[in-house]
């Protein structure tokens, strides 16, 4: 099969504009009763468009999927419903289980806690079967127990396209001219990083093997290297305030360990010294104006009383005596004193 035989190709997010339901609708509807080839190469995204894209291959019924590239998660079970899947010889395919994206920030009371612990289990149940739903679809087409997809989606680690065969997650292995293998890229590690998959074991693009992040991946890439079980993966933390000041370039720890190269160093030293030049001007702002209020309050202190010019009739209890300028002054000096401190 070349690549100008494809009816459909999905790539990028999936959900996303290359990667939706209504194109593969669309393109269905028009060879209705015929042969669909599809390509695809993503990895991952929305689970719900992938089981929506599965099962309208499922009802066209004469579907062929081929995996180029890196292909895990939702992409793979977009497949499932096809007639036929092929692999490139040089993909490669990843099933995990399912996540969620979660964040909390502020401070929490007993009774806050136990609300959200309450949510967090109510999260965790709705994981667990999406989880199982997804083994159960993997275990139909591998013709295996849903007990062994399970145990593979919880290990999460990259499958070679042999491996993926000995899975039965595919039919068949090709090896085009026009497929070369796929090659890891600084803007591809990070968003991988920033997903949470795994970094697979692959060559670096040429144009990235100089610069400073594809050193700090290749040492990553070494914790993925096979061992006696070719399915194997590990636990990376990533910090998120780093992460944010790295943007493109984020700090990974696995087993206490992180490595970091000299460009990561120099955008931390260069964001803390940023972040003090701010909290500096800050305070001369505050001290500027400390000493402001004091040498008005001085000159106050300076100025002579109004001498009287003629005689005035005594204020009337619960009149407003008029304000002179310097009266006028003062009180709108208070007030706006006293509304810098609250603020």
């Given at each position: 099969?070349?690549?100008?035989?494809?009816h459909?190709s999905?790539?990028?997010?999936?959900?996303?504009?290359d990667?939706?339901r209504s194109t593969?609708d669309r393109e269905?509807?028009?060879?209705e009763?015929?042969?669909v080839?599809?390509?695809?190469?993503?990895?991952?995204g929305?689970?719900?468009?992938?089981?929506?894209?599965?099962?309208?291959?499922?009802?066209h019924?004469?579907?062929?999927v081929?995996?180029?590239?890196?292909?895990?998660?939702?992409?793979t079970?977009a497949?499932?419903?096809?007639a036929?899947?092929s692999?490139d010889?040089?993909a490669?395919?990843?099933v995990?289980k399912?996540?969620m994206?979660f964040f909390?920030?502020g401070?929490l009371n007993?009774?806050?806690?136990a609300?959200l612990?309450?949510d967090?289990e109510k999260i965790?149940?709705?994981?667990d079967?999406?989880?199982?739903?997804c083994?159960q679809?993997?275990?139909?087409?591998c013709?295996?127990k849903?007990?062994?997809?399970?145990?593979?989606?919880k290990?999460?680690?990259?499958?070679s396209?042999?491996?993926?065969?000995d899975w039965?997650?595919?039919?068949e292995?090709?090896?085009?001219a026009?497929?070369p293998?796929p090659?890891l890229?600084d803007?591809?590690?990070s968003?991988?990083?920033n997903?949470?998959?795994p970094i697979?074991?692959i060559p670096?693009s040429?144009a990235?093997k100089?610069?400073a992040?594809?050193k700090?991946i290749?040492a990553?890439?070494s914790?993925?290297k096979p061992?006696?079980?070719p399915i194997?993966t590990?636990?990376i933390?990533?910090?998120?305030?780093?992460?944010a000041?790295?943007a493109d370039?984020p700090i990974?720890?696995?087993d206490?360990?992180a490595?970091v190269?000299?460009a990561q160093?120099?955008?931390i030293?260069?964001?803390?010294?940023?972040?003090?030049?701010?909290?500096n001007e800050q305070?001369?702002?505050i001290?500027d104006?400390d000493?402001t209020i004091?040498?008005?309050?001085?000159?106050?202190?300076?100025?002579?009383?109004e001498?009287t010019?003629q005689?005035v009739?005594?204020?009337?209890?619960?009149d407003?005596?008029p304000?002179?300028?310097?009266e006028a002054?003062?009180?709108?000096f208070?007030?706006?004193?006293?509304l810098y401190?609250?603020?």
């Open positions: 099969m070349s690549k100008t035989a494809y459909i999905l790539k990028g997010y999936v959900g996303g504009y990667f939706d593969v269905l509807a028009k060879n009763g015929k042969q080839n599809v390509l695809i190469d993503s990895l991952g929305s689970l719900a468009t992938g089981l929506s894209i599965s099962a309208a291959f499922r009802n019924g004469n579907v062929n081929h995996f180029v590239g890196l292909n895990a998660s939702a992409a079970i497949s499932l419903g096809a036929h899947i692999i010889a040089g490669m395919y990843l995990h399912c996540s994206a909390e920030w401070s007993s009774d806050q806690f609300t612990i309450a967090c965790k149940a709705d994981l079967k999406l989880d199982l739903n083994a679809l993997y275990a139909a087409r013709k295996r849903p007990e062994d997809l399970l145990a593979l989606m290990v999460g680690g990259w499958l396209a042999k491996e993926a065969l039965g997650f595919v039919d292995i090709t090896d085009l026009d497929e293998a090659k890229t803007a591809l590690a968003a991988m990083t997903a949470g998959l697979p074991n670096i040429e990235d100089e610069s992040f594809a700090f290749a990553l890439t914790f993925f061992s006696t079980n194997t590990a636990m933390k990533t910090y998120t305030f780093l992460s000041i790295l370039k990974t720890v696995k206490g360990t490595s190269s000299t160093l120099d955008a030293e260069a964001a803390l010294a940023d972040k003090d030049r701010i909290c305070k001369q702002t001290e104006r000493k004091a040498d008005l309050q001085a000159k106050l202190a300076k100025q002579p009383a001498p010019k005689v009739e005594d204020s009337k209890p619960g407003n005596a304000k002179n300028d310097v002054f003062v009180e709108t208070n007030s706006a004193k006293v401190a609250e603020v």
